[in-house]
Each structure stands twice: as structure tokens, then as C-alpha cells.
């Protein structure tokens, strides 16, 4: 079963029109309606394609609501992934991460960056029949791709063209008012052209240290989807991604999880771990990590582990370490 994050879920309800059951559609999908926004919790592609059918149907003017769902998309909703494409150098680089980093948002897309002659071509490959789900869903990767390009780049972008494999919907003239540029359906291709001096130039909070950091991490999750047997990994890995919004509860982690908080619980004791133990163990990773990798203050350390206080954070460091977070980065 191939998956894709539920953060596109949430993204094509706030766009949705009036008399649609929203607690029922997410409870279908597997998703808490009274639970967060969390992006590691995923659900099956062809439940999430049938979903935005139905929204798109019930939608006054649907074939906008793709574009109006990637444009609501921010940087800021994909976690790290986010961070790291804010944080890299200039556009190319960001799209290098995309490609690079897709699968942790999805596993039923694949993105490829190439060179051409007008500019660089970045391309969605999805393979599947071409129903209606699946198309929408390609518009509105495409139009967040776009969407995420404009919020970072230091210059007004505007990308050269923009290609859809499938033919044009009812409406399509929203399309090119929407990009800003030729729009053409029934393409070889699901792709949008950008000229190089717009992939060239500079993003606004391009840092290479920063980038590189986030790199680390991304690559560090991608190894850990290669354990998903491994309930250990995936529960300090889910724990982590949530620290900076404090200690996640065991019933959170479970929901990313697919799982009820009582489930997990059990196959960790059966495992002979604690839900208590391994949220221990991932601050404790995780600071080390900050430690070692990034110039960060202290206080900002201990809020991104989940701390409140830059004591408290202290005293745990010193029952993990044996030493003060000071002494720790100090020794290199």
C-alpha cells in the first residue's frame, strides 16, 4: 500500500466548500478530527485520491480548489523537510532536497531535476491510473511546488511553463491566471520549466550550515523508514519530530502511528521497552545531535527537546551524560 502524509488532507478540507461531513471524512481515513495537524501520520494513496474527488465534487468552482490547495501550502508545515528546503542556498538546491527527500512525505511520488535548454525541468513521476484523484492531487503538488518556491526565493518567481499529462478541466483558463505563465495539458509530462537565473537566485534564509544540518537529519529519517519493523525506531523517530512542541503523549505517537496509545504500549512491554524510556532516549539523542552539529544556544536546545526551562534541560543532561551541555559540546 502506497502512502501519502495527511497534512494534503487537512491542506484540501480548508479549501473545501460548505456541506461536506468533515468529521466523518477524516475518521474514514483513519485521522483524529479533534487531534493535530501532524504530517508523519499517513494515509493510503488511493483513499486520499478518493477523498479529493469527493471534496472537489461537492466543491462550488472545484477545478480551482488543487491550485488553492497548493497555494495554502507553507514551508512551515513540513517539519524539518520544510526547514531544509527554506535553509537551502537557492532554488535549485531546493529542489534537490525534494528529490532527494520526497519519500518522507510520500511513497507514490518520485521528483527529478534536470537540466534543459529554456531552464530546469522539475519533474513529478507518479505512476497509477489516471483518475480524477490522481490528477487533481498532481495539480496541487505542482501548484505547492510553485507555492514554496515563491515564499523562499529572494526574487519574484515566476516559473516559464507548466505541463500536465492529463487533458484540460472544465475552467482551465484559472490555471494560467494562477502560475502566471503557459500552461499545457495533455503534456508528456507532469512538470514545471523554471528559467536558471530564477533557480539561481539566492533564497531568503539560505544557510549552508543550516541546510547541511537538516540534510543530516533527513537522511538519518530516511535510513530509519528503511526499519519501519523496527517499533523501537519509528516511536523515537515520531517522538522527535514532535519535541519542539513539547513531550508528545503516548496516545499522539500512537495515532502517527496507526495504533491505539494502549496497543503501543503493550507491544513495547512485550519488547521489554517503555513508552517513558524511549521518550528519554530520543531528548537525550537529540541534544547530543544539536550539541555536537550546531552552534545553537543552549535555551534554544532545551525548547527543541522539550524542555520549557534551560535548567531543567541541564539537570536531564547531567543524569544522561555525566557532565553539564556546556562541558559536552566543549569536549568536541
Same mark, same amino acid.
Given at each position: 500500500? *502506497?502512502? !501519502?502524509?495527511?497534512?494534503?488532507?487537512?491542506? &484540501?478540507?480548508?479549501?473545501?466548500?460548505?456541506?461536506?461531513?468533515?468529521?466523518?471524512? +477524516?475518521?474514514? +481515513?483513519?485521522?483524529?478530527?479533534?487531534?493535530?495537524?501532524?504530517?508523519?501520520?499517513?494515509?493510503?494513496?488511493?483513499?486520499?485520491?478518493?477523498?479529493?474527488?469527493?471534496? &472537489?465534487?461537492?466543491?462550488?468552482?472545484?477545478?480551482?480548489?488543487?491550485?488553492?490547495?497548493?497555494?495554502?501550502?507553507?514551508?512551515?508545515?513540513?517539519?524539518?523537510?520544510?526547514?531544509?528546503? *527554506?535553509?537551502?542556498?537557492? +532554488?535549485?538546491?531546493?529542489?534537490?532536497?525534494?528529490?532527494?527527500?520526497?519519500?518522507?512525505?510520500?511513497?507514490?511520488?518520485?521528483?527529478?531535476?534536470?537540466?534543459?535548454?529554456?531552464?530546469?525541468?522539475?519533474?513529478?513521476?507518479?505512476?497509477?491510473?489516471?483518475?480524477?484523484?490522481?490528477?487533481?492531487?498532481?495539480?496541487?503538488? !505542482?501548484?505547492?511546488?510553485?507555492?514554496?518556491?515563491? /515564499?523562499?526565493?529572494?526574487?519574484?518567481?515566476?516559473?516559464?511553463?507548466?505541463?500536465?499529462?492529463?487533458?484540460?478541466?472544465?475552467?482551465?483558463?484559472?490555471?494560467?491566471?494562477?502560475?502566471?505563465?503557459?500552461?499545457?495539458?495533455?503534456?508528456?509530462?507532469?512538470?514545471?520549466?523554471?528559467?536558471?537565473?530564477?533557480?539561481?537566485?539566492?533564497?531568503?534564509?539560505?544557510?549552508?550550515?543550516?541546510?547541511?544540518?537538516?540534510?543530516?537529519?533527513?537522511?538519518?529519517?530516511?535510513?530509519?523508514?528503511?526499519?519501519?519493523?523496527?517499533?523501537?525506531?519509528?516511536?523515537?523517530?515520531?517522538?522527535?519530530?514532535? +519535541?519542539?512542541?513539547?513531550?508528545?503523549?503516548?496516545?499522539?505517537?500512537?495515532?502517527?502511528?496507526?495504533?491505539?496509545?494502549?496497543?503501543? /504500549?503493550?507491544?513495547?512491554?512485550? *519488547?521489554?521497552?517503555?513508552? /517513558?524510556?524511549?521518550?528519554?532516549?530520543?531528548?537525550? /539523542?537529540?541534544?547530543?545531535?544539536?550539541?555536537?552539529?550546531?552552534?545553537?544556544?543552549?535555551?534554544? !536546545?532545551?525548547?527543541?527537546?522539550?524542555?520549557?526551562?534551560?535548567?531543567?534541560?541541564?539537570?536531564?543532561?547531567?543524569?544522561?551524560?555525566?557532565?553539564?551541555?556546556?562541558?559536552?559540546?566543549?569536549?568536541?
Amino acid at each position: 500500500m *502506497k502512502r !501519502i502524509t495527511s497534512l494534503f488532507v487537512w491542506k &484540501v478540507l480548508g479549501q473545501a466548500g460548505e456541506g461536506l461531513d468533515r468529521t466523518y471524512l +477524516l475518521r474514514s +481515513l483513519g485521522i483524529d478530527p479533534e487531534g493535530p495537524v501532524d504530517p508523519s501520520v499517513m494515509v493510503a494513496d488511493k483513499d486520499y485520491y478518493e477523498f479529493f474527488e469527493t471534496v &472537489v465534487r461537492s466543491a462550488p468552482e472545484g477545478h480551482g480548489v488543487p491550485l488553492r490547495v497548493g497555494a495554502s501550502m507553507r514551508c512551515d508545515d513540513y517539519g524539518a523537510f520544510g526547514l531544509a528546503w *527554506k535553509s537551502a542556498p537557492d +532554488l535549485r538546491g531546493s529542489y534537490e532536497r525534494l528529490q532527494r527527500f520526497a519519500r518522507i512525505l510520500t511513497d507514490v511520488s518520485e521528483y527529478e531535476v534536470s537540466d534543459v535548454d529554456d531552464g530546469v525541468l522539475m519533474q513529478l513521476h507518479r505512476e497509477g491510473p489516471r483518475t480524477l484523484g490522481l490528477r487533481l492531487s498532481n495539480e496541487a503538488t !505542482i501548484a505547492s511546488i510553485v507555492s514554496m518556491s515563491r /515564499q523562499v526565493s529572494t526574487r519574484e518567481f515566476r516559473p516559464g511553463e507548466i505541463h500536465f499529462k492529463h487533458a484540460a478541466p472544465d475552467g482551465h483558463g484559472e490555471h494560467e491566471r494562477h502560475f502566471g505563465c503557459p500552461v499545457f495539458f495533455g503534456s508528456g509530462m507532469d512538470a514545471l520549466l523554471v528559467p536558471n537565473d530564477a533557480m539561481s537566485a539566492p533564497n531568503r534564509l539560505g544557510d549552508p550550515a543550516i541546510a547541511e544540518f537538516f540534510d543530516t537529519h533527513l537522511d538519518s529519517e530516511l535510513a530509519g523508514m528503511g526499519e519501519c519493523d523496527d517499533l523501537e525506531h519509528r516511536v523515537r523517530s515520531c517522538v522527535s519530530s514532535h +519535541l519542539s512542541e513539547g513531550v508528545p503523549t503516548v496516545s499522539t505517537i500512537a495515532r502517527s502511528l496507526g495504533m491505539s496509545g494502549r496497543t503501543l /504500549q503493550r507491544r513495547l512491554s512485550e *519488547k521489554g521497552s517503555t513508552f /517513558q524510556v524511549l521518550v528519554d532516549e530520543s531528548r537525550r /539523542q537529540l541534544a547530543q545531535k544539536l550539541l555536537k552539529e550546531t552552534d545553537y544556544p543552549l535555551m534554544e !536546545i532545551a525548547f527543541l527537546t522539550g524542555f520549557s526551562e534551560q535548567s531543567a534541560f541541564t539537570r536531564a543532561f547531567r543524569r544522561w551524560a555525566g557532565q553539564t551541555p556546556r562541558s559536552y559540546r566543549l569536549e568536541g
